[in-house]
């Protein structure tokens, strides 16, 4: 399997359910991003990991909470989320920070 | 800091017809910049790049853009639309050594039969 891919492709939560999105590159790269995109917004930075230490942090709420064991491999971890969390969540990784990215398929989340 | 505007949330061109998505950035040093584009329940796809080499730059699908530093501008452009072409189109930015890359908004492409 070559490329980005992520699991979930769908997610169905309550607000009080606690679950993880997984991001998984099989391409070699040092940096990880977890992105979201919202309905009618531009698509959000929330995290970067290069060479699995988190670099940059948006100002993201803390009942998100990235995970990267690896430099293959980064989670988001989701617990207590609110509806207004519902988005797609976009993994990318690249070879270096500022290369190109390449965006996994994203998990299409729902927070009921 | 930079920036990237992209102009028209929505552009509809007749299927053969030229595609002109606009996209003009501001940095302050000589940037990186992309076009991606996302067809329906997917992620982004890299379309092309230019960092600093020739300034057309020619991508998958037919597409190109052209870097014109006067205008600071990276129009997208394909000669004659396909209906497959439908899709969100991101132009996007950044500096070497910077840590992240800045997208526009966005610009969904119709292709009219």
């Known amino acids: 399997e070559t490329g980005v891919t992520q699991t979930p492709r769908h997610l169905v939560m309550g607000m009080t359910n606690k679950k993880s999105l997984k991001c998984e590159q099989h391409?070699?790269?040092?940096?990880m991003y977890w992105y979201k995109q919202s309905a009618k917004k531009p698509l959000e930075l929330m995290f970067v990991y290069s060479l699995e230490e988190r670099v940059e942090n948006n100002s993201v709420p803390s009942r998100f909470s990235p995970e990267c064991p690896n430099s293959s491999h980064l989670f988001l971890h989701l617990h207590t989320l609110q509806p207004e969390d519902s988005a797609l969540y976009l993994c990318?990784?690249?070879?270096?920070?500022?290369?190109?990215?390449?965006f996994g398929p994203g998990t299409r989340l729902l927070v009921l | 800091a930079q920036s990237v505007t992209q102009l028209g949330s929505h552009v509809s061109v007749s299927e053969g017809a030229l595609v002109l998505l606009r996209c003009n950035y501001s940095s302050s040093v000589p940037p990186y910049l992309f076009w991606y584009v996302q067809y329906p329940n997917q992620g982004l796809q890299l379309l092309l790049k230019?960092?600093?080499?020739?300034?057309l730059v020619k991508g998958i699908n037919g597409f190109e853009a052209e870097f014109k530093k006067s205008e600071t501008s990276f129009h997208l452009t394909k000669p004659s639309a396909h209906m497959s072409d439908a899709a969100e189109y991101f132009c996007?930015?950044?500096?070497?050594?910077?840590?992240?890359?800045?997208f526009g908004k966005g610009t969904r492409l119709h292709i009219l039969p």
């Open positions: 230019y960092t600093s080499a020739a300034t």
């Open positions: 996007a930015v950044s500096d070497l050594g910077d840590d992240k890359i800045i």
């Open positions: 990318a990784s690249s070879q270096d920070l500022s290369e190109t990215q390449y």
């Open positions: 391409l070699g790269h040092n940096a």
